[in-house]
Each structure stands twice: as structure tokens, then as C-alpha cells.
């Protein structure tokens, strides 16, 4: 029996703990908050998707080779592990739910679980950790022979993961790839207030250096700021790396994906349109297809007077209209923020950590799981997935 130590009480954190505790080893949980498990509380807009049926491996991103963590998910039987807490799910389209819709059915299977195996919970920030004699040493007062760092990243760090874990990290000479935000959104150059708290269902298209190199389809949110929406959280990690690498970020959108995907076959559209109604204006006619705010946007973008009938404009007039909604470019210039983003890419290099075990290959002994190591998942659950997954296996201390 070992006398295990983990710093964070997330969803990382006390899944190591439970590992742990059932391996029979005596272990406590240090956490700040007065109650564990805050973030998850405000996952999945409070209902928590906290797991996907479609576990395919472009769903994660690292610097490092996060394969041979994410393929032990059989072994660890991360999905048993779920159930095995008292988890009934809610599965839509793959993506798991708790069965009562809420986020708080997750924490307490998890906390109910972690007291169940006798697992200590000390309520205290952990500022200080040395090691001495082999011993790890935490806020000069506490000693144990083992520790897991699940201290999380930095994004929405009113929830506690404000970086620490990073600094202990750096402290037993581990590299950190820089944690940036991801799943955020993305801020753009031109000022959107106008349009602020539209909602479309759009194509995002994202551009490197003129390189088209993803595209996402859903629900995308006009905001103050820029765009914000799923499509938008998903194209975030790549475009924020680009923007770190100053590279050129812009994202082109589609405002009417299901309708045209070319400039011709839009105008083609809207002439039928006009047709079949008799003349409308063509503000009366772009009223049908979008909020009347983006309407108006597009109108003026293309100087159309937005009284005037489709038979009236020239195709040159039409062209520079569609070509708005269809395929208009955005320069990006920053991501909405830590405090805005579901999670943080970069972090622990994997190439320090033992992929089986999770364990330092700098430091024995030592563990790191959950959203501190260098992965980040997409939307869909994949952020989670990887916090059961890693913290299964950081906490296998036998
Ligand atoms: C708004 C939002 C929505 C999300 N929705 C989803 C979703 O639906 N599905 C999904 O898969 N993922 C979602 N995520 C991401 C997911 O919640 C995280 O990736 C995951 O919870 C990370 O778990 P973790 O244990 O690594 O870190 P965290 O959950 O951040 O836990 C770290 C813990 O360590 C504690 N801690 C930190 N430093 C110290 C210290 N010095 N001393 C003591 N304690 C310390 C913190 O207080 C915290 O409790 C969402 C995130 C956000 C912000």
C-alpha cells in the first residue's frame, strides 16, 4: 500500500482517486474549492456530455503522440468505469448524457464513490511541493509516496485550474508546450455589434495562410466580438495556434449551406425566388432566409438599395450580394480568452510521460492526468473521455 497524493479534485482527479483507492492504497485528494468537482457542474450547459460512443482518435490533439494514451481506453475500460459509478446515460447521436440531465448526477456518482473507497478530501490550496528522501512533501506539512497532479489547465479558471500544476511541473524540469485556449470564440477584425445575438446554421471554412484547412457545419453565433458557436469552438484550437505562429488566420462562411454552395447557383436561386413571388424586393425575399439583421448586413455590404427588385439589379450586383453570404472572409485576430474557453491545448510534453502509466520520466513516482497534459479533445465529450481515460490510468498505483 502506497500513500497516494493528488492535487485537483476534477474529473481527472477523482477518477484517479477512485483507481487508486481500489488498488488499496491510501489516498487523499487535495482540493481548493470548498466542493469538489466544480467544473463539471458547468459542462455541456449543465447537463454534462460526458462521453461519445465514437471514440476515433482525430477527436483529440496534441503536439506529442496522444495515441498510445487514448488506445489503452479498452484496457482501462474507461466506458465500464462510467457505468461501474452509478452513471445512466442519455445517448444522442452518440454523446452521452446523464440520464437526468444534470451535471451534478455525474459529480456525485463520482464523489459518492471517491468516499466509498475511504479516499481523505483536504479542502486546502497546495502552494509549496518538494520531495525529500524520496518523499513528496506538500505545503511543508503533508508527505506521501506518490503524486498526481490533476491541477486541470487554465480555461475558465473561476472553476480553479488557473496553471499551477504547471509550475510544479516546471519545478521537476518538465517542458511545457504553451497552453493556449481552445474551444473558444474566435474574435474578428471587422466589428460585428450590429449583428450581435444572431444565430445561423452555417458553414465555417477555416483559412491558414490562404490554405483552406477545416470546415465544420452547425449552429454559429454572431457576438460583439466575432463568432462563437460549435463550428467555431472546433476550427478554435487550430486557428489559435496559427495566430500564435503569426501566421494569417481568416475564416470564410457559408450563411446558407443548405441552399447554394456557388455564386451561380445562389443568383439562380434568388431569380426563381423573385419570380415565384411576384417581384418582392429583395429584402423582402432575403427576409425568408435569414434574421432580418443579416439581410440588412449583406444589402449594405454589396450597396443594393434594399428597396430594389431583384429585375432590376445586374448580375454583377446579384454576384457581389451571394458572394457576402456565401463565401465572405473574415480576418481573425485573437480567441475570446481563458475565461471564455471550455478547455486549453499544450501543456505537459508527452514525450516526458511513460504513455502506459502516465508516470515522469523525469520524476519517479510522479503522475500527471486530465487537462494539464499536452491533449485536448473536440466538442462532444472527448474533453472528459480524456479525463476518465488519463486519470484511470495515472491512478493504476499498485
Ligand atoms: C464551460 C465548459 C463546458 C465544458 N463542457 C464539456 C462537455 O460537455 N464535455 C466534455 O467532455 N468536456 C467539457 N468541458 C471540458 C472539461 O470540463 C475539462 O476538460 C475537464 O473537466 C478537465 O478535468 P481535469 O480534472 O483535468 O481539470 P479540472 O476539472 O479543471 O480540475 C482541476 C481541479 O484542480 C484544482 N486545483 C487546481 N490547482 C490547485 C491547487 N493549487 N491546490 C488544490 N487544488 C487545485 C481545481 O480547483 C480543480 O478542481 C467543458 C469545460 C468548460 C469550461
Known sequence: MKKVFIIGGGASGLTAAIKASKNGNDVTIFEKNNKLGKKILITGNGKCNYWNENQDLSNYHSSGDYTKIVNQMNLVKAHTFLDSIGLVPYIKNGYYYPS????????????????????????????DVKKKDNKFIINNNYESDVLIIATGGMAASKTGSDGFGYKIAQQFNHNIIKPLPALVGLKTEENLKDLSGVRFIGEIKLLINNEEVESELGEIQINEYGFSGIPVMQISSKAIKALDENKNVFISINFLPNIASDILGLRSFIKVQSKHLNNKTITQILDQLFNYKLSNYFLDKSNIDPKSKVEDLTNDELDLLCHYILNNNYKITDDNGFENAQVTSGGIDLKEIDAETLESLKEKNLYFCGEILDVDGACGGYNLSFAWISGLLAGNIK
Not at 464513490?113 to 478530501?121: D, L, S
Open 100 to 127: 437526468s440531465q444534470q451535471a451534478i448526477s455525474v459529480v456525485n456518482a463520482l464523489v459518492d464513490e471517491v468516499k466509498n473507497n475511504g479516499v481523505k478530501i483536504i479542502n486546502e490550496e497546495v502552494t
